[in-house]
């Protein structure tokens, strides 16, 4: 004995059968709402979000001097520059680099004596030596990487070695004595 | 899958011609859940609560999973990280407060899905193995279900865990070092924590592949259905698909509904305050109550205050204690000897009326032991207990048996279709134009098949 | 066969164990369970007039409560209490700015290292959480008679009715009435009631004999907004923002279930009518 709905498809979808489709696009939605919480538990919690800035208090950093803090879970070299510096960084600013920047690009211009960079050698990812007071700072007076011999200038540009990008910049905003990062 | 007027599959392209050469999933689909599974026509709303067992399976397999991203199993840290997930992790509270609901929900549909099978005799041949299967779920599913409230490590957490593993130490001679064995130490910490976290995690996959099990052995006979009488004929049954798939989907709309009422509105009813008290192995919480679902059990638990010794002797056969536990198994283990213990040749508690009315007098026992198990130890409470498990054990092995031999029961309808349409029911009208189809001679005057015989 | 029989001997044996023990006479008692004295000061906990914001299917939260009680803790709790689960970047929830946060974080002081590595205490920060009185349990039992001041990040959910439980309970200490003292004394068996030196009566503690010390007077803070400190204000607004501590997502849950519960329930509806289609022509017509 057929039923009526065997005959369905050689009927075709017919007005009757929007009940149907109504009530299978409803659970259609149900089911994909519900993915969301699942999918978005994944992302960053609210205790990660609120520890993903780190804020740090350079009154008390003097020219020439850098300090180191973690942003991220990664090494921040902060470093405040001497008027040399900044004048021999922005000399370099068109020679050959295999990442050409200029120091502008790289500071705040309101603070140009400020350079924030994360302590990351772009080659793999050791800690560069130089922001210590001893350290070696490499033939352009910046930053030296020990891993692979990466060279650095003063605004943290590559200029001699394997890592084929500048230290990398975050995002940053100096307020006053207070810089905030990320 | 049993029947011979069971739709066939057809793959309709070429794709699913190739996979259904190379892996016929589809065609098990189909034959299972499909259009090519017939099922009897007059099931009542009492069969939706098996596939909203599977459902609530899924929910807490899916929700736990991605709590356990989350979840840390030491005692220093478990309460804080259940925290953590509660105020940090995106959508966290929700998909905490779905687990911890959905616990509670699997049990209620699990019950009704099991007072459906006590009262229309789902045990009885040739179904007696899908039973035994389910038995064997129900057990699984408390384990899984004590394990998981011990894992946020909350006051009920730790000393519910304590009074349980403490039974195992009533166990004559193997006891105390199989509690040692279990617990990992001598009370509850955090090796018990750590395993505990690592078996309810593994738990429900064993459940799953223990319900593919049970699904399997169903599909053998097939459903039985409210008037106890098995399939005869074409007219009794219709497919799973449409009919079935459009009844279990309109009605799981309505539970999840009710479901997501708890979980957004009332998220702690069903719960107990004292677990949002972090564990404290000094101090004892002023009553220890498990959760909602294992209330009858505990209630039997407890009601065994006497030890059994021989009389006029000081000697003790079975301490109290070990009487206690032996009846809260026992209490299950009765149910795996149903199939044996009611020989009645009627299924359908609809056509035994003395029996019916000791399946209502067991519902509301079940439901005095319920509120007994979540009373204080103190009289009247203990009384009742007692003598609502004494009922409980007289229904299962002694009433159940005597009943199927004495009752009278009332006259079965002859087939489901009989029963459906009346003797002289019309099938209704077919709402398409074509004219039902016209058979040979043979056919009975309105409609209905010759019985197959 | 022997499956019956054997289950029916069994279940008689475990059935007469259990009604033989039950009802031998020194098990047998019918009166009415024997009560602690306490019992008999057992108040009802009441909701404050009105009920709080955040209660029923359509709860909100009162920030400027949630902030006055916030004050509530800073100024009389936090000497015993800690809140160790709630951030100081939680209270952007009341409507601080993250300024103000941060300026509230750096009023309170949290345990760190000093450039020795000598632990010392240095100005909070937002990420920090709500820092505990005391270093230890030890230590807070010492300063407490021997009780320990329970954390109150999740007070309200720890308690049954918690929101109503903490409003009456800061408002409870009370002088015990004539009858509760006499009740008290029957239960007792004879013995007149007593608080014990060091506790104090509360007609809401469950035992009526609690270690805290009342804590609110009127006018005993002045509330930031110039709302009138009465004690039944500090109560209502102390409980309020102790069950934001203990689920800052309370209401968010609520507004949520609503939309949820409606389209389920309307999908359900859909469901229904698309299975009462598909059965139709399955479904005997009535006999006219």
């Given at each position: 004995?057929?039923?009526?709905?065997?005959?369905?498809?050689?009927?075709?979808?017919?007005?009757?059968?929007?009940?149907?489709?109504?009530?299978?696009?409803?659970?259609?939605?149900?089911?994909?709402?519900?993915?969301?919480?699942?999918?978005?538990?994944?992302?960053?919690?609210?205790?990660?979000?609120?520890?993903?800035?780190?804020?740090?208090?350079?009154?008390?950093?003097?020219?020439?001097?850098?300090?180191?803090?973690?942003?991220?879970?990664?090494?921040?070299?902060?470093?405040?520059?001497?008027?040399?510096?900044?004048?021999?960084?922005?000399?370099?600013?068109?020679?050959?680099?295999?990442?050409?920047?200029?120091?502008?690009?790289?500071?705040?211009?309101?603070?140009?004596?400020?350079?924030?960079?994360?302590?990351?050698?772009?080659?793999?990812?050791?800690?560069?030596?130089?922001?210590?007071?001893?350290?070696?700072?490499?033939?352009?007076?910046?930053?030296?990487?020990?891993?692979?011999?990466?060279?650095?200038?003063?605004?943290?540009?590559?200029?001699?070695?394997?890592?084929?990008?500048?230290?990398?910049?975050?995002?940053?905003?100096?307020?006053?004595?207070?810089?905030?990062?990320? | 899958?049993?029947?011979?007027?069971?739709?066939?599959?057809?793959?309709?392209?070429?794709?699913?011609?190739?996979?259904?050469?190379?892996?016929?999933?589809?065609?098990?689909?189909?034959?299972?859940?499909?259009?090519?599974?017939?099922?009897?026509?007059?099931?009542?709303?009492?069969?939706?609560?098996?596939?909203?067992?599977?459902?609530?399976?899924?929910?807490?397999?899916?929700?736990?999973?991605?709590?356990?991203?989350?979840?840390?199993?030491?005692?220093?840290?478990?309460?804080?990280?259940?925290?953590?997930?509660?105020?940090?992790?995106?959508?966290?509270?929700?998909?905490?407060?779905?687990?911890?609901?959905?616990?509670?929900?699997?049990?209620?549909?699990?019950?009704?899905?099991?007072?459906?099978?006590?009262?229309?005799?789902?045990?009885?041949?040739?179904?007696?193995?899908?039973?035994?299967?389910?038995?064997?779920?129900?057990?699984?599913?408390?384990?899984?279900?004590?394990?998981?409230?011990?894992?946020?490590?909350?006051?009920?957490?730790?000393?519910?865990?304590?009074?349980?593993?403490?039974?195992?130490?009533?166990?004559?001679?193997?006891?105390e070092p199989l509690q040692v064995w279990l617990v990992g130490?001598?009370?509850?910490?955090?090796?018990?924590?750590?395993?505990?976290?690592?078996?309810?995690?593994l738990l429900p996959f064993v459940i799953l592949g223990v319900?593919?099990?049970?699904?399997?052995?169903?599909?053998?006979?097939?459903?039985?259905?409210?008037?106890?009488?098995?399939?005869?004929?074409?007219?009794?049954?219709?497919?799973?698909?449409?009919?079935?798939?459009?009844?279990?989907?309109?009605?799981?709309?309505?539970?999840?509904?009710?479901?997501?009422?708890?979980?957004?509105?009332?998220?702690?009813?069903?719960?107990?305050?004292?677990?949002?008290?972090?564990?404290?192995?000094?101090?004892?919480?002023?009553?220890?109550?498990?959760?909602?679902?294992?209330?009858?059990?505990?209630?039997?638990?407890?009601?065994?205050?006497?030890?059994?010794?021989?009389?006029?002797?000081?000697?003790?056969?079975?301490?109290?204690?070990?009487?206690?536990?032996?009846?809260?198994?026992?209490?299950?283990?009765?149910?795996?000897?149903?199939?044996?213990?009611?020989?009645?040749?009627?299924?359908?508690?609809?056509?035994?009326?003395?029996?019916?009315?000791?399946?209502?007098?067991?519902?509301?026992?079940?439901?005095?032991?319920?509120?007994?198990?979540?009373?204080?130890?103190?009289?009247?409470?203990?009384?009742?207990?007692?003598?609502?498990?004494?009922?409980?054990?007289?229904?299962?092995?002694?009433?159940?048996?005597?009943?199927?031999?004495?009752?009278?029961?009332?006259?079965?309808?002859?087939?489901?279709?009989?029963?459906?349409?009346?003797?002289?029911?019309?099938?209704?009208?077919?709402?398409?134009?074509?004219?039902?189809?016209?058979?040979?001679?043979?056919?009975?005057?309105?409609?209905?098949?010759?019985?197959?015989? | 066969?022997?499956?019956?029989?054997?289950?029916?001997?069994?279940?008689?044996?475990?059935?007469?164990?259990?009604?033989?023990?039950?009802?031998?006479?020194?098990?047998?008692?019918?009166?009415?369970?024997?009560?602690?004295?306490?019992?008999?000061?057992?108040?009802?906990?009441?909701?404050?007039?009105?009920?709080?914001?955040?209660?029923?299917?359509?709860?909100?939260?009162?920030?400027?409560?949630?902030?006055?009680?916030?004050?509530?803790?800073?100024?009389?709790?936090?000497?015993?209490?800690?809140?160790?689960?709630?951030?100081?970047?939680?209270?952007?929830?009341?409507?601080?700015?993250?300024?103000?946060?941060?300026?509230?974080?750096?009023?309170?002081?949290?345990?760190?290292?000093?450039?020795?590595?000598?632990?010392?205490?240095?100005?909070?920060?937002?990420?920090?959480?709500?820092?505990?009185?005391?270093?230890?349990?030890?230590?807070?039992?010492?300063?407490?008679?021997?009780?320990?001041?329970?954390d109150l990040s999740l007070i309200t959910k720890a308690r049954?009715?918690?929101?109503?439980?903490?409003?009456?309970?800061?408002?409870?200490?009370?002088?015990?009435?004539?009858?509760?003292?006499?009740?008290?004394?029957?239960?007792?068996?004879?013995?007149?009631?007593?608080?014990?030196?060091?506790?104090?009566?509360?007609?809401?503690?469950?035992?009526?004999?609690?270690?805290?010390?009342?804590?609110?007077?009127?006018?005993?803070?002045?509330?930031?907004?110039?709302?009138?400190?009465?004690?039944?204000?500090?109560?209502?607004?102390?409980?309020?923002?102790?069950?934001?501590?203990?689920?800052?997502?309370?209401?968010?849950?609520?507004?949520?279930?609503?939309?949820?519960?409606?389209?389920?329930?309307?999908?359900?509806?859909?469901?229904?009518?698309?299975?009462?289609?598909?059965?139709?022509?399955?479904?005997?017509?009535?006999?006219?």
């Amino acid at each position: 004995m057929t039923s009526t709905y065997d005959t369905l498809e050689d009927a075709g979808v017919r007005r009757r059968d929007w009940i149907h489709i109504a009530a299978i696009s409803f659970a259609g939605v149900a089911a994909g709402t519900f993915v969301i919480p699942l999918v978005s538990q994944m992302r960053p919690s609210k205790d990660v979000l609120a520890a993903s800035s780190t804020r740090v208090d350079i009154s008390s950093l003097e020219e020439g001097q850098s300090l180191k803090a973690v942003f991220r879970g990664q090494p921040l070299f902060v470093k405040r520059m001497t008027p040399a510096e900044i004048t021999e960084a922005k000399n370099d600013d068109s020679a050959s680099m295999p990442d050409p920047q200029t120091l502008a690009e790289r500071t705040d211009p309101a603070n140009e004596a400020i350079l924030i960079t994360l302590g990351v050698c772009t080659h793999l990812g050791c800690v560069p030596l130089g922001a210590g007071v001893g350290e070696n700072k490499g033939d352009f007076g910046g930053y030296f990487c020990p891993c692979h011999g990466s060279h650095y200038d003063v605004a943290g540009r590559i200029r001699k070695g394997p890592a084929p990008k500048n230290l990398e910049v975050p995002e940053f905003e100096i307020a006053g004595d207070i810089v905030q990062v990320g | 899958m049993s029947f011979a007027w069971a739709n066939q599959y057809e793959p309709k392209s070429d794709f699913t011609k190739w996979i259904d050469e190379k892996l016929p999933l589809p065609r098990l689909i189909y034959n299972a859940v499909g259009a090519g599974y017939p099922v009897p026509r007059n099931l009542n709303y009492m069969w939706n609560f098996g596939f909203l067992a599977g459902l609530f399976l899924v929910i807490q397999i899916i929700t736990g999973v991605v709590l356990a991203m989350h979840y840390a199993a030491d005692t220093s840290v478990a309460f804080g990280s259940v925290e953590h997930i509660m105020r940090n992790v995106n959508y966290g509270w929700m998909l905490r407060y779905a687990h911890a609901n959905g616990a509670s929900f699997f049990f209620i549909v699990i019950y009704l899905h099991i007072f459906r099978g006590f009262y229309y005799s789902s045990y009885k041949a040739p179904r007696e193995m899908i039973w035994l299967l389910g038995v064997v779920i129900f057990l699984l599913m408390m384990a899984t279900a004590f394990m998981g409230y011990v894992l946020p490590w909350g006051q009920m957490s730790f000393w519910g865990a304590k009074v349980i593993t403490g039974l195992f130490g009533a166990i004559p001679i193997i006891g105390e070092p199989l509690q040692v064995w279990l617990v990992g130490g001598y009370a509850p910490n955090g090796a018990t924590l750590n395993r505990f976290f690592s078996l309810h995690f593994l738990l429900p996959f064993v459940i799953l592949g223990v319900v593919i099990l049970h699904i399997w052995a169903l599909h053998i006979p097939g459903s039985s259905n409210p008037t106890g009488v098995e399939v005869k004929s074409e007219s009794d049954t219709v497919p799973f698909h449409p009919y079935y798939v459009a009844k279990d989907g309109w009605f799981l709309g309505l539970v999840v509904a009710i479901y997501a009422g708890f979980v957004f509105f009332a998220p702690n009813a069903l719960g107990h305050p004292d677990n949002y008290i972090e564990a404290n192995p000094l101090s004892t919480p002023a009553e220890i109550v498990p959760e909602w679902y294992f209330l009858p059990f505990y209630a039997i638990l407890r009601a065994f205050t006497g030890d059994l010794v021989i009389p006029l002797t000081g000697i003790v056969l079975v301490p109290a204690k070990l009487l206690g536990v032996i009846a809260m198994f026992g209490s299950i283990l009765v149910w795996f000897f149903l199939p044996w213990l009611d020989k009645s040749p009627i299924r359908s508690g609809s056509y035994r009326p003395l029996f019916q009315k000791f399946f209502w007098v067991l519902v509301v026992t079940m439901g005095v032991l319920t509120f007994c198990g979540g009373a204080p130890a103190e009289q009247p409470y203990i009384l009742i207990s007692q003598i609502a498990t004494a009922y409980y054990f007289l229904h299962f092995l002694v009433i159940l048996p005597i009943v199927s031999q004495i009752e009278v029961p009332k006259p079965l309808p002859f087939s489901i279709t009989e029963a459906v349409l009346g003797k002289d029911g019309e099938e209704p009208k077919p709402i398409s134009a074509a004219p039902p189809p016209q058979s040979g001679g043979g056919d009975l005057p309105g409609g209905a098949l010759q019985p197959a015989e | 066969m022997t499956i019956r029989l054997g289950g029916m001997f069994f279940g008689l044996a475990l059935v007469g164990v259990l009604l033989l023990w039950s009802f031998l006479p020194d098990t047998l008692k019918y009166s009415t369970p024997e009560k602690s004295p306490y019992y008999a000061f057992h108040e009802d906990k009441l909701p404050p007039a009105g009920g709080f914001s955040f209660d029923g299917l359509g709860g909100k939260w009162d920030n400027q409560q949630l902030q006055r009680g916030y004050q509530v803790y800073k100024e009389v709790c936090r000497s015993c209490h800690s809140l160790k689960y709630v951030a100081f970047r939680n209270l952007e929830e009341l409507g601080y700015s993250e300024a103000e946060v941060r300026a509230e974080a750096a009023s309170w002081e949290v345990p760190g290292l000093d450039e020795y590595g000598e632990a010392t205490l240095r100005p909070a920060e937002p990420t920090d959480y709500f820092p505990s009185p005391y270093p230890n349990e030890i230590a807070a039992r010492a300063s407490n008679n021997n009780a320990l001041p329970p954390d109150l990040s999740l007070i309200t959910k720890a308690r049954p009715d918690g929101s109503n439980y903490v409003y009456s309970l800061m408002q409870g200490y009370v002088e015990p009435t004539e009858e509760d003292l006499a009740e008290a004394k029957e239960l007792g068996g004879g013995v007149e009631w007593e608080t014990p030196v060091g506790l104090y009566f509360n007609e809401h503690f469950y035992n009526a004999n609690i270690a805290m010390p009342p804590q609110l007077y009127p006018d005993l803070i002045t509330y930031a907004d110039g709302t009138e400190a009465t004690t039944e204000q500090m109560a209502q607004d102390v409980a309020a923002f102790l069950t934001w501590t203990a689920e800052p997502t309370l209401v968010l849950r609520k507004q949520t279930g609503w939309y949820v519960v409606a389209f389920l329930l309307f999908a359900t509806f859909l469901g229904f009518l698309s299975y009462k289609e598909i059965w139709a022509n399955k479904k005997p017509k009535k006999k006219g």
